[in-house]
Nanobody, 127 residues
Framework: QVQLVESGGGLVQPGGSLRLSCEASEFNLDYYAIGWFRQAPGKEREGVSCMSKSDGTTNYADSVKGRFTISGNNAEKRVYLQMSSLVPGDTAVYFC????????????????????WGQGTQVTVSA
């Protein structure tokens, strides 16, 4: 059973940076795609970024391209989301998710395609 735990959220001023961490148990990044999603109050959950280490695929939502970077470390069993140039619109609960995958298929961008989820970490961007 894959378990995911997010950390690194908090309160940050506009223009600031945060690094979110998703710690995973019982899995190898070479066999799983990892996604980051977020949900703001009153809004639907949306995809932020995803990666498939097996084929080197990464994807980003247009709203975060150039500001967020996803990366993974197999030895640490962690996936990171480095967030820079944060704006109030980035305020949300951020979730990481995982699904077993096959090399060459990239990473899913829809939350329906993920099987395992963390509980989320709150990110608040405010002056």
């Amino acid at each position: 059973q894959v378990q995911l735990v997010e950390s690194g959220g908090g309160l940050v001023q506009p223009g600031g940076s945060l690094r979110l961490s998703c710690e995973a148990s019982e899995f190898n990044l070479d066999y799983y795609a990892i996604g980051w999603f977020r949900q703001a109050p009153g809004k639907e959950r949306e995809g932020v970024s995803c990666m498939s280490k097996s084929d080197g695929t990464t994807n980003y939502a247009d709203s975060v391209k150039g500001r967020f970077t996803i990366s993974g470390n197999n030895a640490e069993k962690r996936v990171y989301l480095q967030m820079s140039s944060l704006v109030p619109g980035d305020t949300a609960v951020y979730f990481c998710a995982a699904v077993r995958t096959v090399s060459g298929y990239g990473c899913p961008t829809s939350d329906f395609d993920y099987d395992y989820w963390g509980q989320g970490t709150q990110v608040t961007v405010s002056a």
